[in-house]
């Protein structure tokens, strides 16, 4: 039991470390980075954590949701409300934007998880765009307009730190019990209930972190570009984070990360062709699911990467004493 509780201390102080070292790299970077680049390491880090929370749904538990950027929409919203209607902290605010996502997550997944394929697919999309009609009609969000007035909050360290924190969630959640018993119901729901996984359950597990995620990936979204509206959050707003899930690898969160990257930095790459820009990243996309349908990655994770690192440098100290 002692050495239980040794284990989880210095997992505990590992994190905290982690954190506080990405916190400060990422202090001294955005000193000597340009604007341009900063500002294109803020989305970047931005959609690695929405990314995640859909992996999670999508990769981990196999439920295809469409409805990612409202969950999004809701983070962004209430922490929008939180910290200029109710002058609440930005730390207040970011978590009050994770809840609300969370809650709104748990309540969709009630009726909706029972439907799987394109059933969900299509409730979750019937979901998102209620949710941007609601806010195009509320007068509390701006409507139409757009909600005015928010403070440019998130910085570059805050960024990071939040996106080093879900990756290391992720980690820990896929290397679980809980982890694993989603990965169970996504490949064989029939079997995994034969041995007593509460299938609903974790579902909404899934769901309910995963849209915790993109509330959070919201309420930095909305303090990074100052203004939003409803159709910032539109139906190409999920299928765009769909999108970095399944080039990267449905289930992989090493995947996940570097379809994010890819994802966020190829439009601005292709700059430089001006209007055809977006029909070559169109092109990449199609020619890259042909030659890799799994992903980059797919079925890829942190521990195969762990493991093959430590048997190729066994290898290489074998090798020299030879």
Request: aromatic share 12%.
């Given at each position: 039991m002692r050495n239980i509780k040794n284990n989880w201390l210095v997992q505990v102080i590992g994190f905290v470390l982690v954190l506080i070292?990405?916190?400060?790299?990422?202090?001294?970077?955005?000193?000597?980075?340009?604007?341009?680049?900063?500002?294109?390491g803020f989305f970047i880090g931005i959609n690695v954590i929405m990314a995640l929370g859909l992996n999670l749904i999508a990769g981990a538990t196999g439920q295809l949701s469409l409805g990612h950027s409202a969950f999004m929409s809701i983070g962004a919203y209430a922490s929008a409300i939180a910290t200029?209607?109710?002058?609440?902290?930005?730390?207040?605010?970011?978590?009050?934007?994770?809840?609300?996502?969370?809650?709104?997550?748990?309540?969709?997944?009630?009726?909706?998880?029972?439907?799987?394929?394109?059933?969900?697919?299509?409730?979750?999309?019937?979901?998102?765009e209620i949710v941007r009609v609601i806010f195009t009609n509320?007068?509390?969000?701006?409507g139409a307009i757009g909600f005015l007035g928010i403070k440019n909050l998130t910085t570059f360290p805050v960024i990071m730190i939040l996106t080093v924190a879900m990756i290391a969630v992720m980690m820990w959640l896929e290397n679980s019990r809980n982890g694993r018993a989603m990965l169970a119901v996504r490949e064989d729901e029939i079997a995994a209930e034969s041995v007593g996984v509460n299938i609903t359950w974790y579902k909404i597990q899934a769901f309910a972190i995963g849209s915790f995620c993109a509330g959070v990936g919201g309420a930095l979204f909305a303090h990074?570009?100052?203004?939003?509206?409803?159709?910032?959050?539109?139906?190409?707003?999920?299928?765009?984070?769909?999108?970095?899930?399944?080039?990267g690898g449905l289930g992989s969160i090493p995947g996940t990360i570097i379809g994010s990257v890819v994802l966020t930095t190829a439009p601005e790459f292709l700059r430089f062709m001006a209007n055809y820009r977006m029909l070559v990243y169109g092109l990449l996309l199609i020619i890259?699911?042909?030659?890799?349908?799994?992903?980059?990655?797919?079925?890829?994770?942190?521990r195969q990467a762990i493991?093959?690192?430590?048997?190729?440098?066994?290898?290489?100290?074998?090798?020299?004493?030879?």
């Open positions: 070292m990405t916190g400060l790299t990422a202090q001294g970077l955005s000193r000597i980075m340009p604007p341009y680049y900063l500002q294109i200029v209607t109710l002058h609440l902290p930005f730390p207040v605010g970011i978590l009050l934007g994770g809840l609300a996502a969370c809650l709104f997550g748990i309540v969709i997944g009630f009726p909706t998880l029972r439907l799987s394929g394109d059933y969900l697919a299509i409730a979750t999309l019937g979901f998102a509320m007068q509390i969000t701006g990074t570009t100052t203004f939003i509206q409803p159709t910032d959050f539109g139906f190409m707003k999920s299928i765009e984070f769909l999108n970095m899930v399944v080039l890259m699911m042909i030659f890799r349908p799994h992903g980059l990655l797919g079925g890829f994770n942190f493991s093959r690192a430590l048997f190729l440098g066994r290898r290489i100290r074998q090798g020299a004493k030879v």
